[in-house]
């Protein structure tokens, strides 16, 4: 008989940017720890659990940084990312 199919998990992500890279950038990293390989997560054993298939959907949002677009310096680029976020 076939196992029962499992719902997929959607894991939803908003980006305070519109570009590309950095789009692509937090799509990547989202995958990298939900999406794994689950042999090697849980030393060969492989579950029920461990198969449920994540989806990563990233929505990306053209937000004001409020700092200059070249931020100079840590703490100009850290204070742009909390203003976008």
Known sequence: SNPPSIAALTIRVAVGSKNPCKIEAVRKAFED???????????????????????IVVSSYDVPSGVSDQPFGDAETREGAMNRA
């Open 33 to 55: 720890v939900f999406v794994w390989n689950s042999k090697a997560a849980t030393n060969d054993v492989v579950t029920e659990q461990d198969e449920r298939p994540v989806k």
